[in-house]
């Protein structure tokens, strides 16, 4: 059973970064960031193929968050600069080894972290 813990969560001002990792306990294919703000669905943020060589981003992120992954590590990062308060939520990373396709489809992953909370408030 694939286990996925985040870490680097926390509170930072507007215009303030992050960096939020995924520590997976085994190698996995595609691995996405997904995030759920209060009284919101959650959505896609980023996503990453197994050789970091495809990502996608959700136009909100695009030119401020950048998704990476140390496969010997088995660890997925996510550098989140220029933060706004609308990207208060939690965060949460999902792998699937299935497709190799990253997706930011939510449908497609099978595992999920217990999620990092990001708050973006001055």
């Known amino acids: 059973q694939l286990q996925l813990v985040e870490s680097g969560g926390g509170l930072v001002q507007p215009g303030g970064s992050l960096r939020l990792s995924c520590a997976a306990s085994?190698?996995?294919?595609?691995i996405g960031w997904f995030r759920q703000a209060p009284g919101k669905e959650r959505e896609g943020v980023s996503c990453?193929?197994?050789?970091?060589?495809?990502?996608e981003y959700a136009d909100s992120v695009k030119g401020r968050f950048t998704i990476s992954r140390d496969n010997a590590k088995n660890t997925v990062y996510l550098e989140m600069n220029s933060l706004k308060p609308e990207d208060t939520a939690v965060y949460y990373c999902?792998?699937?080894?299935?497709?190799?396709?990253?997706?930011?489809?939510?449908?497609?992953?099978?595992?999920w972290g217990q999620g990092t909370q990001v708050t973006v408030s001055s």
């Open positions: 990453i193929s197994s050789s970091g060589g495809r990502t």
């Open positions: 999902a792998a699937d080894p299935r497709y190799s396709i990253p997706s930011l489809e939510s449908y497609k992953y099978g595992y």
């Open positions: 085994g190698f996995t294919l595609i």
